[in-house]
């Protein structure tokens, strides 16, 4: 929900030469836009490897937080399956339920219920997210592929661009690790460094005995 999705900052370029010789440029907000991106409506900013954006979590699904998305479905799809094996355990197999009167029986009828109805959306969900991965073509690329349109996806994602590179962080909910110079590519833009001497401090001690901060100088009266 709070995750970065991989939005284009303001003074993102082209990650690589060959990218730079592609016109890029996203007139809603007149900034550079990768091949790879999408402008997102809703967020109002573009969005590299936009798969979409989604309404349950109100942020936009990309190349940042597309794990998130896998590992949510994922997650989700595990519990359903719990829920349908104890419902089909419990109340189908061992017969428990019938000896534990009414209540028993309503509530397990909908964990069922829930199981399967989990299983149903999350499941399509999953399903559509695995084609993703191994195509590259993700849903805003399909909507776009059906009206005979040009898309920005359409090359298999490896999984180490999507999940991170360090394989035992895959299974867990945190952000996908790139290393610097890989995330560029992944992205499909960069940010220029500024030189340490230009950057502004983010904090900056103030000396008990003038009352200015570190690095100021007093400013004698003209
Ligand atoms: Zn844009
Ligand atoms: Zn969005």
Redesign the pocket.
């Known amino acids: 929900m709070l995750t970065d999705p991989g939005a284009v900052p303001r003074d993102a370029i082209a990650a690589t030469e060959d990218d730079a010789k592609v016109d890029g440029f996203?007139a809603?907000?007149d900034r550079y836009?990768p091949s790879k991106a999408y402008?997102c409506s809703k967020c109002k900013?573009?969005v590299s490897r936009m798969d979409h954006h989604c309404p349950y979590t109100n942020n936009c699904v990309g190349a940042k937080n597309q794990k998130h998305m896998v590992l949510f479905l994922i997650y989700c799809n595990v519990q359903a399956v719990y829920a349908l094996a104890l419902v089909a355990y419990y109340g189908g197999y061992r017969g428990y339920l019938y000896d534990e009167g009414w209540l028993a029986l309503v509530l397990t009828a909908l964990l069922g219920v829930d199981g399967g109805m989990t299983l149903l959306f999350t499941g399509t969900m999953c399903r559509r997210q695995v084609i993703s991965m191994q195509t590259g073509i993700g849903t805003i690329d399909r909507l776009k592929l059906a009206k005979g349109k040009p898309i920005a996806g359409g090359t298999p994602i490896p999984l180490s661009s999507i999940f991170g590179h360090t394989v035992l962080f895959w299974p867990l909910p945190l952000d996908p690790d790139f290393p610097p110079e890989v995330e560029a590519e992944i992205l499909g833009f960069r940010c220029p460094r500024v030189a340490d001497e230009h950057r502004e401090p983010l904090w900056r001690p103030v000396s008990q005995e003038t009352g200015l901060l570190s690095g100021e100088e007093r400013k004698e009266p003209a």
């Open positions: 996203c809603k907000c836009k402008h900013r573009c």
